[in-house]
């Protein structure tokens, strides 16, 4: 029983120093490097119509790339 005590104890004081950690470097949570992108998927799923977000993010994109590639007089 005590090493279940001890090892909870030591479990509650990790997820307390990285809570700490958190709150104060004030940055989201970051996935892993790469995920589904480095192996060539754009997407998670296998549908041939995407979903809402991906079209809002896709129409985002290409406002974005359109926008940058006009000539601007600054």
Do not use: H, W
Not at 10 to 26: D, E, P, R
Not at 41 to 50: A, M, R
């Amino acid at each position: 029983m005590i090493y279940f005590i001890a090892t909870f104890v030591v479990f509650l004081l990790v997820i307390v120093a990285m809570a700490i950690g958190y709150i104060f470097n004030k940055q989201t949570i970051g996935g892993s490097c790469g995920g589904l992108s480095s192996i060539g998927i754009e997407k998670s799923c296998d549908c041939d119509d995407p979903c809402e977000n991906r079209k809002k993010k896709n129409a985002e994109a290409t406002r974005i790339a359109k926008f940058k590639s006009e000539q601007q007089i600054i």
